[in-house]
T-cell receptor, first 111, second 115 residues
Framework: TQLLEQSPQFLSIQEGENLTVYCNSS?????LQWYRQEPGEGPVLLVT?????EVKKLKRLTFQFGDARKDSSLHITAAQPGDTGLYLC???????????FGGGTRLMVKP | EPEVTQTPSHQVTQMGQEVILRCVPI?????FYWYRQILGQKVEFLVS????????KSEIFDDQFSVERPDGSNFTLKIRSTKLEDSAMYFC?????????????FGDGTRLSIL
C-alpha cells in the first residue's frame, strides 16, 4: 500500500510570508498532483508533476517533484489571504490510476 | 471550463436502504473514478472505470458497491444496503485519454448521511 505523508498539517502565517508544504513517501509515483479544496467543494487541480526533478510554477506557487519521484513540495511566495485553504497532494502509482492522497495541509493566511 | 457535476449534493438515507449517487463526467473523458472522504480523514480511492468495466478497485469497494455507465453521459455509484459507516463525502472524478499521468478532475461531491 502506498502512503503519502503531508506536513505540516496546519499552518497559520501572516500575509507576505513564504511557506513550504511537503509531501513524502517511501514509494515511487509515476506522477503527483496537487489540489486545493474549499469547504463543501471537491478538490480543484492545481498542477501535475511527472518527471523526477521537475519544477512547475503557477504565479506565486512553485511545485517540485523529487528526483526519485517519492516526494514533492509546494512553495508559496508572499502568501495572501486568498491562498487560505486546504492543500492536498495525491500520487499516481506506476501502474494504474488510483490516486493516493495525503492528509492535507490546512493553510490560513492572516491579513 | 468543462467540469464534473454530481447529484444530489446531499443525500440522507435510512440504514439498509439502497442509494444511487450520480455523476456527469467531463464529456470527452474516458476514465471515471469514485473516491470517498469520511469526515476528518483522507480522500480514499474506491474504483476506476474504463471501457464499460471496472479497471481497479480498492478493498473498500466490496459487494455492496457497484458502478454503472447507463448511458453516454452518466456514471453512477450504487450502495446496495447502506451502513452507518458509509456516511461520507463521495467524489466522482474523470480523466482524459492515455490514462497514465492524466490529471483527474473532481466534482463537488455528494454528502451521504446514513441514519
Amino acid at each position: 500500500t502506498q502512503l503519502l505523508e503531508q506536513s505540516p498539517q496546519f499552518l497559520s502565517i501572516q500575509e507576505g510570508e513564504n511557506l513550504t508544504v511537503y509531501c513524502n513517501s517511501s514509494s515511487v509515483f509515476s506522477s503527483l498532483q496537487w489540489y486545493r479544496q474549499e469547504p463543501g467543494e471537491g478538490p480543484v487541480l492545481l498542477v501535475t508533476v511527472v518527471t523526477g526533478g521537475e519544477v512547475k510554477k503557477l504565479k506565486r506557487l512553485t511545485f517540485q517533484f523529487g528526483d526519485a519521484r517519492k516526494d514533492s513540495s509546494l512553495h508559496i511566495t508572499a502568501a495572501q489571504p486568498g491562498d487560505t485553504g486546504l492543500y492536498l497532494c495525491a500520487g499516481a502509482p506506476n501502474a494504474g490510476n488510483m490516486l493516493t492522497f495525503g492528509g492535507g495541509t490546512r493553510l490560513m493566511v492572516k491579513p | 471550463e468543462p467540469e464534473v457535476t454530481q447529484t444530489p449534493s446531499h443525500q440522507v438515507t435510512q440504514m439498509g436502504q439502497e442509494v444511487i449517487l450520480r455523476c456527469v463526467p467531463i464529456s470527452n473523458h474516458l476514465y471515471f473514478y469514485w473516491y470517498r472522504q469520511i469526515l476528518g480523514q483522507k480522500v480514499e480511492f474506491l474504483v476506476s472505470f474504463y471501457n464499460n468495466e471496472i479497471s481497479e478497485k480498492s478493498e473498500i469497494f466490496d459487494d455492496q458497491f457497484s458502478v454503472e455507465r447507463p448511458d453516454g453521459s452518466n456514471f453512477t455509484l450504487k450502495i446496495r444496503s447502506t451502513k452507518l459507516e458509509d456516511s461520507a463525502m463521495y467524489f466522482c472524478a474523470s480523466s482524459g485519454q492515455g490514462a497514465l499521468n492524466q490529471p483527474q478532475h473532481f466534482g463537488d461531491g455528494t454528502r451521504l448521511s446514513i441514519l
